[in-house]
Nanobody, 128 residues
Framework: EVQLVESGGGLVQPGGSLRLSCGAS????????MGWIRQAPGKELEWVSAISWSGRNTAYADSVKGQFTISRDNAKNTVYLQMNSLKPEDTAVYYC?????????????????????WGQGTQVTVSS
């Protein structure tokens, strides 16, 4: 059974940082690209970032480029999202997810439809 468990969310002041983690099990982690997708209150899902199965390739939405960094540790079956200079508009539930099939790399722009299994999400609130 595929399981994805996010952690690291919380309340942070504008300009602060958070590091999200997503622990994975139930599949061959190092054969799947992984991604982060967020959903702000009352808004649609927004793809945030993706990383290839080896970690060699990364991709970011324009809205977070230069602000967020995705990484992975295949030895720990974990993917991370380092979020810096957080703004109130970054407030959302953040989900990690697997690509829909092994060794899939969509390219520089992904959508939520490119992801198969999802975690339960972690809330990030940016507020003073």
């Amino acid at each position: 059974e595929v399981q994805l468990v996010e952690s690291g969310g919380g309340l942070v002041q504008p300009g602060g940082s958070l590091r999200l983690s997503c622990g994975a099990s139930g599949f061959t982690f190092d054969e799947y690209s992984m991604g982060w997708i967020r959903q702000a209150p009352g808004k649609e899902l927004e793809w945030v970032s993706a990383i290839s199965w080896s970690g060699r390739n990364t991709a970011y939405a324009d809205s977070v480029k230069g602000q967020f960094t995705i990484s992975r540790d295949n030895a720990k079956n974990t993917v991370y999202l380092q979020m810096n200079s957080l703004k109130p508009e970054d407030t959302a539930v953040y989900y990690c997810a697997t690509a829909t099939r092994r060794r899939l790399w969509v390219g520089p722009k992904w959508s939520s439809a490119d992801f198969g299994y999802w975690g339960q999400g972690t809330q990030v609130t940016v507020s003073s």
